[in-house]
């Protein structure tokens, strides 16, 4: 379980968002048996995607996060919901690279080039799908650059996971700070001064500080104050119904092929649970 907090700053022109995410990243190693850089690529990902998907306006909205690249990770994928739950997977979570000259995680380096993708889907009628070229492939940078593109809004996004030696995640997390448009200039000089002096998100977190304790440094206002708290989780919804209409969904000419066996495992992409149909159970589909 990860924390999250939103909080209002310089008199309700500045909102900020700040998340621990360390439980959450951990887990998905774990379930995907991801590499330190994989690691940290999709730790990224997943707190980009608990960020937005709590900044969602309907209970029943959900964002979608791709990264398309053309480096040795293949593609990121993530889901999130409005209530803080969140599930991803990457095409090759072996995939590694040298690291950089400061001794990061070479995030970019597996990723490449390419596309950053966001669909957001509010229940009803067509998703909007909104992309942008990858910038650095670091993420966070990526993430910045489609909110200017897409809502030219004041965006600063800060997305970090440290890894310990043995693998592990030792802490993970990010915020997003964004000003309403009439913000006056003064007050975004702070804010990027701010975050140009600051250490690193997992930096902040690994000294022990809280939530509180950042958003109110990076917005460099005393009078900061707390909005809302929610617990955030790793979590996927996937079960055999869904993975009955999955099947369903596809060509009937697939399916017969199905049908052929005894057998048809499926595997959930997101967690990697396996659910088992007879041979019976795809023929009663096909029928339906
Ligand atoms: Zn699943």
């Known amino acids: 379980m990860g924390k999250l907090k939103k909080f209002m700053a310089h008199a309700d022109m500045v909102k900020i968002s700040c998340v621990d995410t360390t439980d959450i990243v951990e887990n998905a190693r774990k379930i995907h048996k991801l590499n330190p850089t994989p690691t940290a690529a999709l730790g990224r990902v997943l707190t980009m995607g608990i960020l937005m998907g709590t900044m969602s306006k309907g209970e029943k909205d959900k964002v979608t996060l791709q990264i398309i690249g053309d480096g040795n990770l293949g593609s990121i994928l993530v889901t999130a919901d409005s209530f803080g ?6 095409s090759h979570p072996l995939a590694e690279a040298e690291k950089k000259e400061n001794g990061k995680l070479n995030v970019s380096g597996i990723i490449g080039n390419g596309e950053l993708r966001v669909i957001k889907d509010i229940g009803i009628g067509e998703p909007y799908i909104g992309s942008v070229p990858l910038q650095t492939g670091e993420i966070a940078e990526d993430f910045t650059y489609y909110y200017a593109i897409s809502e030219q809004i004041p965006t600063a996004i800060a997305l970090g996971v440290l890894v310990n030696k043995d693998g592990s995640v030792k802490k993970a997390g990010g915020y997003i700070i964004q000003a309403l ?25 690994e000294e022990g500080k809280s939530l509180e304790e950042i958003a ?12 809302e708290e ?20 596809m060509g009937k000419k697939d399916i017969e ?30 029928s339906e």
């Open 85 to 90: 739950n969140v599930k991803g997977y990457v």
């Open 230 to 249: 929610r617990d955030v989780n790793w979590k996927c919804d996937c079960s055999k119904e869904r993975m009955k209409r999955a099947i369903c969904s």
């Open 257 to 286: 092929e199905l049908a052929e066996d005894e057998q048809t495992q499926v595997e959930c992409h997101f967690c990697n649970s396996k659910y088992v149909f007879s041979k019976e159970e795809i023929l009663d589909m096909i």
């Open 181 to 205: 448009p009439d913000t006056p200039d003064q007050i975004l000089m702070l804010i990027e001064n701010r975050i140009a002096e600051s250490t690193s998100i997992t930096d902040m977190l």
């Open 216 to 227: 109110t440094f990076i917005s460099d206002d005393l009078n900061t104050y707390e909005v």
